[in-house]
C-alpha cells in the first residue's frame, strides 16, 4: 500500500496550520460541531492536494494533528494516524469547484431540520447573505439506497457535490450540511452564520405563524445578496480575528 | 439487616471506576442531568451485580462515591452512604436485559414533552440513529396508581423495564427517560443524544408546520438506523474522547 | 424617621447568613434572576422579621450586605444601605403566610409568557409538582390602575398575596413571579423549578400542537403531585446541595 | 485630505472612556452582540462630537481604541485606525435627536424576526417597557433600492433616523436594530432588555396560539409604560452595576 502513498504538494506555513487548527476550535466554540465534524483547507501551493486533521474532536485539534491528503483522500502523511471516514466530502468538492479553498462539515443542530422537511433555508440578515443564492439538499438514500449516512467513499462525495453545485452551503438530510468558501475564514464565518441564521429562521417562521408560507418574510432578497456578502468576505473578516483571538488566548500557537 | 448484605462481586479496575465517575460529570456537563439523575455500569466480572455512586449530584462524583449493588439493588459496601431512591431503575433493568452494560436516568428537559403527548421521538439525524428502533412511554399510574413518580422499589422497575422491551431508550411520563447501551460509553452517547435530537425535533416539528403529522419529516429511517448506529458505538467514541479528555482536566483521575 | 426603626429579633447564626447570601448567587447561576430579582427568609428566631439583601444585584450578594426588616418592610439595621423597592412582596406574604419561611421574586424569562396569556403552568415532571396546585396570576391593574407595575407599597403586596392564596408560586403580569416555601432551600428549589417547568411546557405545548388545549398534557395530577412534592422536599435537597458546594467554590463563606 | 479632519471637543474623563469601552464589551457578554454591532456616546462636553471604538469586535475593545467623530461621522484622530462603516447610524441620530446621548446598533438574533414579518414587539414585562412606545421598522430598500444592507453613508443614516424618530428602538430589516437613550447606561439597557423581550415574546405569541392575533397578550400597557421606564433609567442601573462590576473583574479598566 505504501505505493500508493501520494507526494507531498510541499510544506505549508506553520502559521496556516496553525489557522487551520484554530478554525477547528472557533467551530466547536460557536456550537457548529461538537464532537464531530471537520474543516479542511485546499494546499496553498498545491490545488491538488488538501490538509485536515486526523480523527479527532475538533475542540482538541492542534497543528500537528494535521494531515495531507491528495483530493481522492488518499493521505501522503499518515504516520500511523487515522482519518475522517468522511474526507471524500472535502476531496471530491475540492475537485468539483476549483474557487473552493475550504470546506467545513457539520452537524450543525438548528440546521438540521431545513434537510429533513421541505422549507428551504433563506437569509434572515446580512451576515447569512450567502444563503439567498440557494441551499440544495442531498439525500444520500435516491442514489445509494440504505447506508450509514456518512460519505465514506469517492463516488457519495462525488454525488454530494453535484448537489452542491456552485452554492456555497448544502444540506445533507438526516446527517448535517457543508459549508465551503474562497479561504478558511469565509468558510468558517459560512459555517457558523448558517447555524445562527437557522436559528433565526425558526423563530421568523414562528412569528410569520406558518411553516410553509414563506412569502411573507422579508428577507434579504436577491438583489441585495450579492452585495452584502462582498461585505462579509472583507469587513465580516472582523468575526475570524476576534475568534482566532480566543483560541489564541487558550493555546500557544 | 447485615445479613442481607450481598458479597462483592469483587474489586474493580481503577479506571473503569474512574470512568464511570466521569460520565456523571460528562452528563452534567453536557446538560443531560442537573442535580438529579444517574448513571450505572454492571460489574465487569460479575454480571449480577453494578455500581453505581452514592445519592449525590452528578457534577460532584467521584470514583470514592461508587458502591456496588446486587440486581435486586441491595448495596454490597454502603458502609454509612446514601443510595439514590430510584437504583431499582438500574438493577431491574440489568437483570432483564443482559445485554445491557451502562444505564443513564435522566430528566433531560428536551425530552420530557415526548413522554407527556403522543408524538413520537424519532432519529432526526445519524448520531440518535438508535431512536430509529423506537422510543416507548412508561407511565407509573397505568400499574400503580397515584405515586411520587419515582421508581423506587423493584416492582415498578421491573414494570419500567418492561415497557422498555429490547429497546434502547425509553420514556418516562411526567418524569424523564432511560438511555441503556452495551457498553458505559455507548449509554452516556445515546442518553446525550437523547437530549440532541429532541431539541432537533421539536423545531423539525415546529418547521413542518405540524404537531402530529411526522410523516412528512425525512428522518433515519429503518434500513439506516442498523447501520448508522455501527458507527455510533465504533468511530462515535470519538465524542467520548472528547467528553473524557475534559473532565480530566478538572479532576485527577 | 429614628423612632420608627424597628428593634431586631436578635442575631442570626453566620452559616445561615451565608446560605440566604448564596441563594441570591444560586438564582443567578441558575438564571432565575439577572440583575434583578430577590430572596428572603424569614428570621428563624423572630416570625415578625425577614432577611433580605440591601438593593443589589443578586450575583454580587454577600453575608454583609443583609438587611433585616420587620413585616412592614421598615429596616432595622439599614445603616444607610438602600432597600429593594420590591420588599412589601416579602413581607407580606410572610404576614399573610405563616407556613412560608422563604420568599423568592424574579423575571425568569420562560415564566413571563405565562401572566400574560390564559394559559395554566402545570407540573411537566416530579421536581415542579408544587405547579399541579395552581398557579394564580395577580394583574396589579387591576386594583391599582396604571403603576409602575412595581409592588413597591404595603397596599400592592397585601392584594399580591391575596391573590396567592395558599399557593406556592404566583404569577405577576407584565412582571414576574414569586415563589415561596417552608425553608429557604425549597423556596430556591421551587423558583428554579418554575422556570425549568416552563421551558419544558412551552416545547410540550408546541408539540402538543396547541397554545390552548392542554387536555392532551399527561402532566403530573392532582393525585400525584402531593406525593411528589414530598420527595422534592427532602431527597430534593440534593440539588441545593450541589448549588451551594458551587457557590462555596467562589467564595468564602 | 487631512484639511478635513474635524476639530476635537476636548479632552474626556478617562473613566467615562472606561465605561464607553465597557458597554461594548457588556453587549457581547450579554449576548447582545457578536463579532459586530458597536455603541457610542455623545461627547460629553461637546455635543457635535460623539465617541465610538475603532473598527473592532466588541468583546476586544479597550479605551485606547476610541476615536472621536463629528456628527457627519468624519474621525478627529483616526490616526491610521479604521472607522466602522456604518458609524453614519450614530452620527445622524445624535443629529436627529437632541435627547439622545448614547446609541447601540446590534444584530441580536431574537430581535431580527420582528424586522422581517409584521408583529410589532410589544413590551412583555417592566424591563421592557420603553418598548411599548412602539417599535419602527426601517427597510433600506425603500429609498435605496438594493444595497449591501449597511447604513454605510450620510443619506442612509438620515433616513434611518427618520424612521426611528421619537422611538428608543428601531428595526432594520434583514439587518439588525438600534436602540438609544438618554445615558450610555440607558442606552446598554435597552440593547440588552430588547434582546430579552424578544425572547420572552417569541415564547408568549406561541403560547398565545397565535402569530398575529397580538390583542391576547396583556403587556405593559401605554399608562404603565411611562411610570415603568423611569424605575428602569435609575432604580434600573442595578443591571450596570452588576456588568460593569463583571467587566472590571476581567480587565483593569
Same mark, same amino acid.
Given at each position: 500500500m505504501s505505493d500508493n502513498v501520494p507526494k507531498s504538494g510541499g510544506p505549508v506555513a506553520p502559521e496556516l496550520m496553525a489557522d487551520l487548527a484554530a478554525a477547528s476550535r472557533i467551530l466547536a466554540a460557536q456550537g457548529v460541531v461538537d464532537g464531530f465534524g471537520h474543516v479542511s483547507m485546499r494546499h496553498p501551493k498545491a490545488p491538488e492536494r488538501y490538509l485536515m486533521a486526523r480523527s479527532l474532536a475538533p475542540a482538541l485539534v @492542534?497543528?500537528?494533528?494535521i494531515i495531507e491528503y491528495d483530493l481522492d483522500s488518499n493521505?501522503?502523511?499518515?504516520?500511523?494516524r487515522s482519518s475522517f471516514l468522511e474526507r471524500f466530502i472535502h476531496g471530491e468538492i475540492y475537485k468539483a469547484r476549483p474557487d473552493v479553498m475550504a470546506v467545513v462539515h457539520s452537524h450543525s443542530p438548528s440546521v438540521i431540520p431545513f434537510g429533513l422537511v421541505g422549507v428551504p433555508m433563506r437569509a434572515m440578515f446580512h451576515n447569512a447573505a450567502f444563503l439567498a443564492f440557494g441551499v440544495p439538499t442531498f439525500d444520500?438514500?435516491?442514489?445509494?439506497?440504505?447506508?450509514?449516512?456518512?460519505?465514506?467513499n469517492g463516488p457519495k462525495g462525488v454525488a454530494l457535490a453535484q448537489v452542491m453545485g456552485k452554492k456555497d452551503v448544502a444540506l445533507m438530510r438526516a446527517h448535517g450540511s457543508v459549508a465551503c468558501g474562497p479561504t478558511l475564514q469565509t468558510a468558517v464565518f459560512r459555517a457558523v452564520y448558517t447555524e445562527v441564521n437557522a436559528r433565526i429562521q425558526h423563530w421568523t417562521i414562528a412569528l410569520a405563524g406558518s411553516? @410553509?408560507?414563506? @412569502?411573507r418574510i422579508a428577507a434579504v432578497d436577491e438583489d441585495e445578496a450579492p452585495l452584502a456578502d462582498v461585505i462579509n468576505r472583507t469587513a465580516g473578516m472582523r468575526a475570524w480575528d476576534l475568534w482566532r483571538t480566543q483560541v489564541r488566548a487558550q493555546v500557544g500557537w
Open positions: @492542534t497543528p500537528a494533528d493521505a501522503c502523511n499518515a504516520n500511523g444520500i438514500r435516491e442514489k445509494f439506497g440504505a447506508t450509514d449516512l456518512l460519505v465514506s411553516g @410553509t408560507d414563506a @412569502t
